[in-house]
């Protein structure tokens, strides 16, 4: 079987199922660098506290820059990582395909007509044939390196502005623009993030689906859950704050006083990604749920199946 | 320990019983304490996002400096309680995650009649919980702190420099606490990378 239309989405179907992850190891890297640069501007951050006026904000603007590069690069590592768990979703499934004929051997007669089910992990569908994507697992499917890339981007202009402002201090327009464009790029790679979950829940229910095709039986399929819904919705909102308190601080970048739209910008940008980490917590309990049903499907067909 | 060369479940550091072992114990309190944690995120950041309006009226209208040195103080304080709680949130998902691999697995393999061979918690898994903790207390102790100079610069026991200067200081502590924190969920999800590797490699013995 051949799957061109998502072959740079999955490993080959003979690729070494009992390798170690690269992907992992490169993830875990990547973290521990994050954490290194963070401290390093932890420490400068300290020593700001000892100091005044304009060397106080200039050490504070390039601690501000390189932490959130920091943080980015954790959050890349954690990008990283999960794509890690997508290919070795997919070599597990092939293990799945291998081993299940022989475990189940002949399938049981299924009691349950065709249409939805209520199971204890939700509400389910059964189909003759695996269901197609759903919309927002095509767009996660095309969305989560393109955000990754351009909030990476954003992240490092808002680096090398840091610097401008730091050398600069005191300077409210690159301070403005700083906080705006690394704020922006930490959104744009948290939507990532939760493009690449989306992924995961692409992955899981394309390859529940396979597997049982595979042994010819009903396709049993968890229905998107309200934890999947509120995923979307606060990604979205999330984002679209992350991208308003940007064009709020592109706004403010020309003002003499911006004290007072600072006041409110600073915590409208952490809003905005709190929204989006509260919808990747969804997301990763969907992911829990989806898993809990497979399993539960599997050992079921397991037991009823006729083993020669 | 296990190997980059590992082909069997053996390669592997593992128990062996017959009966599947369920959650361990980091994964039940994972499945109880992911939802009161996401409530309260989501309860914060309204919550520190209206401080912070309330502080921007309070610096157009020209109020006194403590009440905005307060303000901003108790903004950064309830904000960083949310944080502290989506994290956790996030990190009690990825252990549910774990949790579902370890009790899913154990009974797939009860349901061939075999011995249950389940991954014992790797390093990785132990450095994601020993992270969590310390980015948790990390993030509450210097939010905790934020209450208590807002109290003091609000009574006038201390003055507002001094509170600029503690907000510079809890601003490191609490991006060191957000680090920690993100690197303890990477490390989270690297557990489940193994899981997955280990899965794969077992399943395929079963026959």
């Not at chain 1, 009691?111 to 996660?140: N, R, V, W, Y």
């Not at chain 1, 490092?156 to 600069?168: D, E, K």
């Not at chain 2, 009790?103 to 132990?126: F, I």
């Not at chain 2, 208590?148 to 201390?158: D, E, Y």
């Amino acid at each position: 079987m051949t799957y061109a239309a998502d072959a740079n989405l999955r490993p080959a179907v003979d690729a070494d199922y009992t390798a170690a992850s690269k992907w992992r190891s490169r993830g875990i890297n990547l973290a521990m660098a994050g954490l290194t640069i963070t401290a390093v501007a932890f420490v400068g951050n300290l020593a700001a506290v000892g100091q005044t006026g304009a060397d106080r904000a200039s050490t504070l603007a390039w601690t501000f820059g390189v932490t959130t590069t920091g943080f980015a690069l954790i959050k890349t590592a954690i990008a990283v990582v999960l794509w890690g768990i997508i290919l070795k979703l997919w070599l597990r499934a092939e293990s799945l395909k291998v081993a299940l004929p022989k475990l189940v051997g002949t399938p049981g007669t299924d009691p349950q007509p065709l249409g939805d089910i209520d199971t204890s992990f939700g509400k389910a569908t059964i189909t003759e044939k695996a269901p197609g994507p759903l919309p927002i697992h095509k767009m996660a499917k095309k969305m989560f390196r393109p955000m990754i890339v351009m909030g990476l981007m954003a992240v490092m202009v808002g680096l090398v502005v840091s610097f401008v402002a730091a050398g600069s201090a005191p300077n409210t327009a690159a301070l403005a623009w700083m906080q705006g464009l690394q704020f922006l790029g930490e959104g744009m790679l948290l939507s990532g993030i939760s493009f690449l979950l989306g992924t995961i829940l692409w992955a899981l229910r394309t390859a529940g689906g396979e597997v049982q095709e595979s042994l010819g039986v009903n396709t049993y399929t968890p229905k998107m859950p309200n934890t999947a819904k509120a995923f979307v919705a606060l990604m979205m909102l999330g984002l679209m704050v992350s991208i308003a308190q940007f064009i709020g601080y592109v706004a403010v970048a020309g003002s003499s006083d911006p004290a007072a739209a600072f006041a409110w910008l600073g915590p409208f940008r952490e809003f905005g990604l709190g929204l989006i980490l509260a919808g990747i917590a969804l997301a990763l309990v969907s992911i829990g749920n989806v898993l809990g049903f497979q399993f539960w499907r599997v050992a079921n067909l397991i037991k009823n199946g006729e083993r020669s | 320990m296990t190997t980059n060369t590992a082909t069997s479940s053996n390669d592997f550091a593992i128990d062996v019983s017959k009966k599947g072992l369920g959650y361990n114990k980091p994964q039940k309190m994972g499945k109880k304490l992911w939802a009161p944690m996401w409530i309260m995120a989501i309860m914060a950041f309204p919550i520190a996002l209206a401080l912070g309006v309330v502080r921007s009226n309070a610096i157009s209208s020209g109020e006194a400096e403590t009440t905005i040195a307060t303000l901003g103080h108790v903004t950064t304080g309830v904000m960083f309680i949310g944080f502290s709680a989506i994290f956790a949130a996030i990190s009690f998902a990825i252990a549910r995650i774990l949790g579902e691999f370890r009790k899913g697995g154990g009974e797939v393999q009860e349901s061939v009649s075999t011995d249950v061979r389940t991954l014992k918690m790797p390093p990785t898994a132990k450095i994601f919980i020993l992270g969590m903790a310390m980015g948790m207390m990390t993030l509450l102790v210097a939010s905790i702190v934020h209450f208590v100079v807002a109290a003091q610069v609000s009574s006038g026991s201390i003055s507002v420099a001094t509170a600029e200067t503690a907000a510079i200081t809890l601003e490191a502590v609490r991006r060191l606490g957000v680090a920690v924190y993100l690197v303890a969920i990477t490390f989270g999800l690297a557990t489940i990378v193994k899981v997955l590797r280990f899965q794969a490699i077992r399943l395929r013995e079963l026959v």
